[in-house]
């Protein structure tokens, strides 16, 4: 299989060197990923020129976006693309984050174009260390093991978090199939005059029954298999939405 491999926090970052560890035994790797972190860039793509470097034989850094890495890579192989990968994202990617994230958009990008992908991110509560990095790499390859060899009935992505216990279990967690979880982020900002900074406590979300936050957060792999427009099924209000299952 050929995989491309992209990120949000740029081509350098630990967690996309973790990943590709991951998948070098499952598949031939080509990593297309943004020159420098662009964490939260949501779908945004670039309409001005950029440049694309070309790092290594199947390594490339791209002054744009995850989405723009997509399109990039897809481009370079023509095509010839299994599945698009995109992680380990330095922090959770879990409910309504798909919409601002750019760890995401990545993979919805590939599926729009009609290929398959895992967006891959790592919760923490900490910093995450090198420990941790190298535990992610057993966490992640026993993720995407497992989900490769479940039948996809229609095009979509895995938005998969892996959890954050102590750095010194080496217990691998197990996988929880969940649905994202629709509650909204903690609403708090620091403020100085007009300038505001956004202090939500991603810690203090909401934990909705059956969501991928509640896995997550109690030491559970979250997997979410998630169509190119996602529908969060679990919103606090319940509103009714003619049409939809």
């Given at each position: 299989?050929?995989?491309?491999?992209t990120?949000?926090?740029?081509?350098?970052?630990?967690?996309i060197?973790a990943?590709?560890?991951?998948?070098?035994?499952?598949g031939e790797v080509?990593?297309?990923?943004p020159?420098?972190?662009v964490?939260?860039?949501?779908h945004s793509?670039?309409?001005a020129?950029?440049?694309?470097?070309?790092?290594?034989?199947?390594?490339?850094?791209?002054?744009?976006?995850?989405?723009?890495?997509?399109?990039v890579?897809?481009?370079?192989?023509?095509?010839?693309?299994?599945?698009?990968?995109?992680?380990i994202?330095?922090?959770?990617n879990?409910?309504?984050?798909?919409?601002?994230?750019?760890t995401?958009?990545?993979?919805?990008e590939?599926?729009?174009?009609?290929?398959p992908?895992?967006?891959?991110?790592?919760?923490?509560d900490r910093?995450?260390?090198e420990?941790?990095?190298?535990?992610?790499?057993?966490?992640?390859?026993?993720?995407?093991?497992?989900l490769?060899a479940?039948p996809q009935e229609?095009?979509?992505y895995?938005?998969?978090?892996l959890?954050c216990?102590?750095e010194s279990?080496?217990?691998t967690?197990e996988?929880a199939?969940c649905?994202?979880?629709?509650?909204a982020?903690?609403?708090?900002?620091?403020?100085?005059?007009?300038v505001?900074?956004y202090?939500?406590?991603?810690?203090?979300?909401?934990?909705?029954p059956?969501?991928?936050?509640e896995?997550?957060?109690s030491?559970?792999?979250?997997?979410?298999?998630?169509l190119?427009?996602?529908?969060?099924?679990?919103?606090?209000?319940?509103?009714?939405?003619k049409?939809?299952?």
């Open positions: 299989m050929r995989f491309l491999l990120n949000d926090d740029g081509v350098n970052a630990p967690g060197a990943l590709s560890t991951a998948l070098e035994e499952l080509y990593t297309v990923a020159a420098t972190g964490s939260g860039c949501g793509a670039t309409e020129d950029f440049r694309v470097f070309q790092l290594g034989p199947q390594r490339y850094a791209v002054e744009g976006t995850p989405a723009d890495c997509t399109r890579g897809l481009h370079l192989l023509r095509g010839e693309v299994d599945w698009v990968f995109s992680g994202n330095d922090g959770g879990l409910g309504v984050d798909v919409y601002h994230s750019g995401v958009a990545a993979v919805r590939a599926v729009l174009r009609g290929v992908g895992f967006a891959l991110s790592h919760y923490r910093v995450l260390t420990k941790d990095w190298a535990r992610a790499i057993r966490w992640a390859k026993f993720a995407v093991k497992e490769l479940r229609q095009p979509g895995w938005n998969v978090n959890p216990p102590p279990s080496s217990t967690p996988i199939f649905h994202l979880d629709g509650a982020l903690p609403l708090q900002y620091l403020v100085d005059g007009n505001y900074r202090h939500g406590r991603y810690t203090l979300r909401d934990r909705n059956g969501g991928d936050v896995a997550c957060f030491g559970k792999i979250a997997a979410s298999f998630v190119p427009v996602e529908r969060c099924l679990d919103f606090k209000t319940n509103i009714a939405r049409g939809i299952d």
